[in-house]
């Protein structure tokens, strides 16, 4: 095999580093067999290297190939979602290593790499995964440097340093391109899993569902207000609105359910000053939005629903920011229609009958609505009732029966659901309302971070003349989680974030720890706010600010415009380089003499050694037989001797070329050696 295919050690090692940098993000969502898969690999190639193994042969690489193929099947259970997807990608990648020959086999393998380098934006658009993602770039664009290095047969860290100045040089571009160039959506999806501990609220809700949604500790959404925070107990963050209860779950009314007068949401008066925030929502792979009650959003992407939601047509695949105005004391609906009332008010038959007549009871002792809903939250606040993330399981029948009068022990979605229930069963029209409630306030940037853990269900009834009202029935029962947040409730039972030992929230009692925590979320804010968060709207609104109305030919000339503001520049720059900077001065003014001498008529042949040059251009230009001489015997010895060189001599050489200035030799023009052969 040629020096020129071979794939040198030095670009070997850069890739087996690549190939593990590469992976490591995926490492908690990857199979164990697949990172053996890579160690296998790469230990294969290193003896292949060192010639104590061979490459694989077809019926072997087959036979991994399928094994592979059968393991993401089994590990998965389908190849239709993102996680088998990558997998698949990644052990493709690892196994192309094992055939690794060539140098063109290299380049298949390193361009594939970037793309595996994207693969990780497809879960996280995190700061820190980005930060790790161009140290991946890096050691990619490293690894085609050394391959470009044949003979390199020791490991060495200028490659890296050439790969670092090309980034460098890309930057300019890249902040222009980011800047400028259109914001184009996804080309294609791939269905991801999604379970209701990782992506947030589902359009449906069980006894238990929230409970365990809150033993996360990740980030559902930032906030950020104009002007004052309001107070934690006055957070509530809804979300989700179920109308529906089916087989002992609630969900959601489906849009086609709904007949055409119900489909938009009825007139509010507005009055009084406006909330005013923003929300930045980490990617949920579900379509609805959080805010405070009275919501509206300027935001394109953003409609509001018939219950008083904010909703997005499409579904979150990455972070998400819109602005928010909310009135949180405006009345909802003050007239109820009939539809709607059927609606909040309908129960399915025969289920929970102690609870029935126990709503029935209540109702009739009270006066009127108001009365009788204070009187349930009275039971739970009077009598013993327990609130816990570890509430048991409901039968399957009767569940709110159990719970109300038997276990006596439940989470939010427990305390709204028989609330729900028992102002249903007494003609009282409810729902269950879910999001979130409170949030943690960030005191660096003064943003309010909603966490998981802090996912919360409560109710609205509907008063008349009051429209529907909020009323949270774990107030009732612990009103430290609503003042408070969950971390203060759960204290004395000792279940907050049990599942999570390593997350820092459970460190907030460490000030240094928790200081670096609020800090780098201050930071992730703002990487959100700039970066991620800067949408198409964005960026056209950036551009009339900056350039006023906006045509096709006038984005054309700016986007032309500002590739040429910054590649201008660089190319000059590397041109100029080059040509100062390209040879050292003895070879540079050397070169500047062979260059004299073509002029005058006598040409340098590529592979001519210096002393024969000289004398052939002693011969065709006697005249300047003593300056060549000259010339050709110091850079000899400034070239090959053996002691280092002088500065006076190459001071001394450097003036002797350039006053070395010949004339053309008259008569016909001499022919370089071997022009006689070529022409034959």
Same mark, same amino acid.
């Given at each position: 095999?040629?020096?020129?295919?071979?794939?040198?050690?030095?670009?070997?090692?850069?890739?087996?580093?690549?190939?593990?940098?590469?992976?490591?993000?995926?490492?908690?969502?990857?199979?164990?067999?697949?990172?053996?898969?890579?160690? !296998?690999?790469?230990?294969?190639?290193?003896?292949?290297?060192?010639?104590?193994?061979?490459?694989?042969?077809?019926?072997?690489?087959?036979?991994?190939?399928?094994?592979? %193929?059968?393991?993401?099947?089994?590990?998965?259970?389908?190849?239709? $979602?993102?996680? @088998?997807?990558?997998?698949?990608?990644?052990?493709?990648?690892?196994?192309? *290593?094992?055939?690794?020959?060539?140098?063109?086999?290299?380049?298949?393998?390193?361009?594939?790499?970037?793309?595996?380098?994207?693969?990780?934006?497809?879960?996280?658009?995190?700061?820190?995964?980005?930060?790790?993602?161009?140290?991946?770039? *890096? /050691? !990619?664009?490293?690894?085609?440097?050394?391959?470009?290095?044949?003979?390199?047969?020791?490991?060495?860290w200028r490659s890296m340093r050439v790969s670092g100045v090309m980034l460098?040089?890309?930057?300019?571009?890249?902040?222009?391109?980011? #800047?400028?160039?259109?914001? =184009?959506?996804?080309?294609?999806?791939?269905?991801?899993?999604?379970?209701?501990?990782?992506?947030?609220?589902?359009?449906?809700?069980?006894?238990?569902? =929230? $409970?365990?949604?809150?033993?996360?500790?990740?980030? $559902?959404?930032?906030?950020?207000?104009?002007?004052?925070?309001?107070?934690?107990?006055?957070?509530?963050?809804?979300?989700?609105?179920?109308?529906?209860?089916?087989?002992?779950?609630?969900?959601? /009314?489906?849009?086609?359910?709904?007949?055409?007068?119900?489909?938009?949401?009825?007139?509010?008066?507005?009055?009084?000053?406006?909330?005013?925030?923003?929300?930045?929502?980490?990617?949920?792979?579900?379509? +609805?939005?959080?805010?405070?009650?009275?919501?509206?959003?300027?935001?394109?992407?953003? =409609?509001?629903?018939?219950?008083?939601?904010?909703?997005?047509?499409?579904?979150?695949?990455?972070?998400?920011?819109?602005?928010?105005?909310?009135w949180p004391a405006t009345l909802l609906e003050t007239e109820l229609g009939?539809?709607?009332?059927?609606?909040?008010?309908?129960?399915?038959?025969? &289920?929970?009958?102690?609870?029935?007549?126990?709503?029935?009871?209540?109702?009739?002792?009270?006066?009127?609505?108001?009365?009788?809903?204070?009187?349930?939250?009275?039971?739970?606040?009077?009598?013993?009732?327990?609130?816990?993330?570890?509430?048991?399981?409901?039968?399957?029948?009767?569940?709110?029966?159990? %719970?109300?009068?038997?276990?006596?022990?439940?989470?939010?979605?427990?305390?709204?659901?028989?609330?729900?229930?028992?102002?249903?069963?007494?003609?009282?029209?409810?729902?269950?309302?879910?999001?979130?409630?409170?949030?943690?306030?960030?005191?660096?940037?003064?943003?309010?971070?909603?966490?998981?853990?802090?996912?919360?269900? +409560?109710?609205? =009834?509907?008063?008349?003349?009051?429209?529907?009202?909020?009323?949270?029935?774990?107030?009732?029962?612990?009103?430290?989680?609503?003042?408070?947040? /969950?971390?203060?409730?759960?204290?004395?039972?000792?279940?907050? /974030?049990?599942?999570?030992?390593? &997350? @820092?929230?459970?460190?907030?009692?460490?000030?240094?720890?928790?200081?670096?925590?609020?800090?780098?979320?201050?930071?992730?804010?703002?990487?959100?706010?700039?970066?991620?968060?800067?949408?198409?709207?964005?960026?056209?609104?950036?551009?009339?600010?900056?350039?006023?109305?906006?045509?096709?030919?006038?984005?054309?000339?700016?986007?032309?415009?500002?590739?040429?503001?910054?590649?201008?520049?660089?190319? %000059?720059?590397?041109?100029?380089?080059?040509?100062?900077?390209?040879?050292?001065?003895?070879?540079?003014?050397?070169?500047? #003499?062979?260059?004299?001498?073509?002029?005058?008529?006598?040409?340098?042949?590529?592979?001519?050694? @210096?002393?024969?040059?000289?004398?052939?251009?002693?011969?065709?230009?006697?005249?300047?037989?003593?300056?060549?001489?000259?010339?050709?015997?110091?850079?000899?010895?400034?070239?090959?001797?053996?002691?280092?060189?002088?500065?006076?001599?190459?001071?001394?050489?450097?003036?002797?070329?350039?006053? %070395?200035?010949?004339?053309? $030799?008259?008569?016909?023009?001499?022919?370089?050696?071997?022009?006689?052969?070529?022409?034959?």
């Amino acid at each position: 095999m040629k020096l020129q295919e071979q794939i040198p050690r030095n670009a070997l090692v850069w890739i087996v580093l690549s190939l593990f940098a590469l992976v490591a993000p995926h490492v908690a969502r990857l199979p164990v067999w697949v990172l053996v898969v890579y160690l !296998v690999a790469v230990v294969w190639r290193i003896l292949v290297h060192t010639g104590r193994w061979s490459f694989p042969g077809r019926w072997v690489k087959l036979a991994i190939a399928l094994s592979c %193929f059968l393991g993401i099947y089994l590990s998965y259970g389908s190849f239709v $979602a993102l996680e @088998p997807t990558v997998a698949l990608l990644l052990t493709a990648f690892a196994l192309k *290593l094992v055939e690794l020959i060539r140098r063109k086999d290299a380049y298949v393998l390193l361009f594939l790499g970037y793309f595996v380098c994207i693969t990780e934006f497809l879960f996280s658009q995190d700061l820190l995964i980005t930060l790790y993602s161009l140290v991946c770039v *890096l /050691l !990619v664009t490293t690894a085609l440097v050394a391959l470009h290095q044949p003979g390199e047969q020791r490991f060495n860290w200028r490659s890296m340093r050439v790969s670092g100045v090309m980034l460098l040089q890309a930057m300019p571009l890249m902040v222009v391109l980011f #800047f400028i160039f259109p914001r =184009i959506g996804p080309l294609w999806t791939v269905p991801i899993k999604s379970n209701v501990g990782t992506t947030g609220m589902s359009d449906y809700m069980r006894p238990g569902d =929230i $409970a365990s949604l809150s033993q996360s500790a990740e980030v $559902a959404f930032r906030v950020k207000f104009e002007g004052a925070i309001p107070p934690k107990s006055e957070l509530y963050w809804r979300g989700l609105v179920f109308s529906r209860l089916d087989d002992d779950t609630w969900r959601t /009314l489906d849009y086609f359910d709904m007949p055409p007068g119900e489909l938009r949401p009825a007139q509010v008066d507005k009055s009084g000053d406006a909330l005013r925030y923003s929300v930045i929502i980490e990617p949920s792979r579900q379509n +609805w939005l959080y805010a405070l009650r009275y919501a509206e959003s300027s935001h394109s992407g953003v =409609i509001e629903t018939a219950d008083y939601r904010l909703y997005s047509p499409v579904a979150l695949e990455s972070e998400f920011m819109y602005p928010v105005r909310s009135w949180p004391a405006t009345l909802l609906e003050t007239e109820l229609g009939d539809w709607r009332r059927n609606i909040e008010t309908r129960l399915p038959g025969g &289920s929970n009958p102690r609870t029935r007549e126990l709503a029935s009871a209540m109702r009739a002792q009270a006066a009127d609505d108001s009365a009788f809903a204070q009187a349930v939250l009275n039971k739970f606040s009077t009598e013993e009732y327990v609130y816990t993330l570890k509430p048991g399981t409901l039968p399957a029948e009767n569940g709110m029966d159990h %719970f109300l009068f038997e276990s006596r022990r439940g989470f939010c979605e427990h305390y709204a659901y028989a609330f729900t229930f028992m102002m249903r069963a007494a003609g009282v029209p409810a729902r269950v309302v879910a999001g979130y409630q409170g949030g943690e306030i960030n005191p660096v940037n003064r943003t309010v971070i909603v966490h998981q853990f802090d996912a919360h269900a +409560w109710t609205e =009834i509907w008063l008349a003349g009051e429209g529907w009202k909020r009323i949270d029935p774990t107030a009732a029962v612990s009103p430290l989680r609503i003042e408070l947040g /969950l971390e203060d409730a759960m204290q004395t039972e000792g279940s907050f /974030l049990e599942s999570s030992p390593l &997350s @820092p929230l459970r460190y907030r009692g460490v000030p240094l720890v928790n200081l670096m925590r609020l800090r780098y979320d201050a930071l992730t804010y703002r990487w959100q706010s700039w970066v991620t968060g800067f949408d198409n709207e964005r960026q056209l609104s950036l551009l009339q600010d900056l350039f006023g109305e906006i045509s096709t030919r006038m984005f054309i000339t700016v986007l032309l415009g500002s590739w040429a503001l910054v590649l201008v520049p660089v190319a %000059f720059t590397l041109l100029w380089r080059r040509r100062a900077h390209g040879l050292d001065p003895l070879q540079a003014h050397y070169r500047l #003499f062979c260059e004299r001498l073509s002029a005058a008529g006598v040409e340098r042949a590529p592979s001519e050694p @210096p002393g024969e040059f000289a004398r052939r251009a002693m011969r065709e230009l006697p005249a300047y037989a003593g300056p060549t001489q000259h010339i050709t015997q110091a850079y000899e010895r400034l070239a090959y001797g053996s002691a280092e060189v002088r500065d006076e001599e190459l001071k001394a050489f450097v003036k002797s070329v350039r006053a %070395f200035r010949p004339a053309r $030799a008259a008569g016909p023009l001499p022919r370089r050696p071997g022009s006689d052969r070529l022409a034959h």
